[in-house]
């Protein structure tokens, strides 16, 4: 993939943001598969706009793109960019955002984590949501743990996708043996949530929970398995042992 990220002559000719994301737009379109693309809906109950990228090509694009822009431009012109992809409508503008940030995470302040929140009101599908939950907004609460305040006020929020992220932003820290108070206490806020895609964001959180810390989750798995939702629970077991299963599952 190759975007012109600076003109020629003098410095006001650089490209905006703007017209970076038009750029990148035109390819992903041009470069996709639309074979592949009607595929791509099989995963999905709404309707998906697809240009028909597979994940692996997509990711490499875009952190060859990063690397080029950042040298040139900087950091915070990458995020501008990213932040124009997001507010598209077609599947990979807004994964190919989202790697465009990927594991640059460390280097980004409070400022960006507000922007990325806000992208969450941008969410079309559960696949743009679990890029941007799992790999941006997971790795800085996880990395400023005073973060983890805004996962509460998620919860609480009518928007769905808000609820989910609210699950999945706390992921990367279970999987260090971090944050079960708040894991704890986010069951029981989202615990009578009827949307499927909370109940499967609770599910993955609980999982990993689980995986992670199973000493101390088990228990409580054992306490809520009376009132959990049935799909939180058998996500919420994948990974134990079948005897384990069967207690938890079979009050």
Request: charged content about 35%.
């Amino acid at each position: 993939m190759r975007i012109a990220t600076r003109g020629v002559g003098m410095p006001e000719r650089k490209p905006s943001a703007l017209q970076v994301a038009a750029e990148i737009r035109r390819v992903l379109q041009e470069g996709g598969s639309a074979e592949h693309a009607k595929g791509v809906q099989w995963f999905f109950k709404e309707e998906i706009r697809s240009h028909g990228w597979y994940t692996g090509e997509l990711r490499k694009a875009a952190v060859r793109l990063r690397r080029a822009m950042e040298k040139e431009r900087g950091l915070d012109f990458v995020v501008h960019v990213a932040d124009k992809l997001f507010a598209g409508k077609i599947l990979e503008e807004k994964i190919f955002g989202v790697f465009l940030l990927e594991n640059q995470t460390r280097l980004l302040s409070d400022k960006e984590f507000r922007l990325f929140t806000s992208w969450l009101d941008r969410v079309s599908s559960w696949a743009d949501h679990d890029a941007l939950a799992h790999d941006l907004l997971a790795p800085m609460v996880k990395a400023k743990p005073a973060r983890r305040r805004e996962v509460f006020r998620w919860a609480k929020s009518k928007n769905r996708w808000r609820r989910r992220a609210a699950c999945v932003a706390l992921i990367r820290g279970v999987r260090e043996k971090k944050f079960f108070p708040e894991v704890t206490r986010l069951s029981e806020m989202l615990l009578s949530d009827q949307d499927d895609m909370v109940q499967k964001g609770m599910g993955w959180l609980l999982r990993e929970t689980t995986k992670f810390d199973a000493k101390r989750a088990v228990p409580y798995l054992m306490k809520i398995r009376g009132r959990a939702p049935r799909l939180v629970l058998r996500t919420a077991c994948e990974t134990l042992t079948k005897a384990e299963r069967r207690r938890v599952l079979n009050p």
